[in-house]
């Protein structure tokens, strides 16, 4: 019997097996989620923070002790709101977890990036399809909380809080829920986060800190309570390995309102776990009913 060219082609196509999804899950139970992984042959252990994209960052010093050839004329800055950019170096290197590979992006600056592991890795930029973060134990009875993801490498969704649609991510490390700038003016102007004692120095991303201002606040995300809660002030940024590392120059357009939901927010409802299937670009949580 002749298939035609159509023919044999659908014939392949449904005699392909169905790929697995590749899984892996992270321990965060006891302190940062950490892989394990090889960079340049060299075995090294990468924390994972869920509010970084799809690269890797390491220190200056960390670069020199795994072999990080950095890009020729290559470099980059990082703007953390307010007008603050640290600056680095790129590289592309091939990092290694088990029999699986993939390449990354990464940056290279003059901050501690981890205070736990040779460098710090977004969950993006490991190549499996669906990645698991253990928070806690399971409970006995399970509320999922579901958020769409606009780009499966990037741990961030849009969500409704007090009323104002806010990027929201999850820091599954650091036990206090964040309010940028934006969203600190949105609510202060609305009394929703009243002051709540003097500036605190509070851990930011790639182990730098700031200033911040605690505050009590009602609002929820997802019936997910925020104390201890700080917003982002002026305050310039702390813990740069370099001093002129940091360049501060005028804000230019302010960012979307934005929050980070804490640790201790995921604790305090009783979430086992936090997971994306990058297939679908969805975030879960698995939270106590």
Do not use: K
Request: aromatic share 6%.
């Amino acid at each position: 019997m002749r298939l035609g060219f159509f023919g044999f082609i659908a014939a392949l196509c449904f005699a392909a097996p169905v790929m697995a999804q590749t899984v892996v899950t992270l321990d965060a139970r006891n302190g940062p989620p950490v892989v394990e992984a090889q960079i340049n042959r060299r075995d090294v252990r990468l924390e994972v923070d869920t509010r970084v994209p799809d690269m890797l960052a390491v220190s200056t010093p960390g670069a020199e002790r795994i072999g990080l050839r950095r890009l020729p004329f290559a470099a980059l800055g990082v703007s953390i709101e307010g007008g603050n950019t640290i600056r680095g170096r790129i590289a592309r290197p091939r990092i290694t977890f088990g029999d699986r590979a993939s390449r990354a992006f990464a940056g290279i600056f003059p901050a501690p990036a981890s205070h736990v592991a040779e460098g710090l890795i977004g969950p993006g930029a490991m190549p499996y399809d669906v990645i698991t973060i253990t928070l806690g134990a399971e409970p006995a009875q399970v509320r999922e909380i579901r958020f769409a993801l606009e780009d499966a490498d990037v741990w961030r969704a849009s969500a409704q809080v007090g009323g104002e649609t806010l990027l929201v991510m999850f820091d599954v490390t650091n036990p206090a829920s964040v309010f940028n700038r934006s969203a600190a003016r949105l609510f202060d102007r609305a009394g929703a986060i009243p002051a709540a004692g003097e500036l605190a120095e509070t851990p930011m991303v790639l182990g730098l800190s700031t200033m911040m201002q605690p505050v009590t606040t009602e609002l929820t995300v997802e019936g997910l309570t925020l104390a201890p809660a700080f917003a982002r002030t002026n305050a310039p940024l702390l813990g740069a390995l370099e001093e002129d590392a940091i360049v501060a120059a005028g804000e230019t357009d302010a960012p979307p309102p934005s929050l980070v939901v804490g640790r201790a927010a995921l604790e305090r409802a009783g979430c086992a776990s936090i997971s994306v299937d990058r297939r679908t670009r969805q975030l879960t949580l698995r939270c106590a009913a």
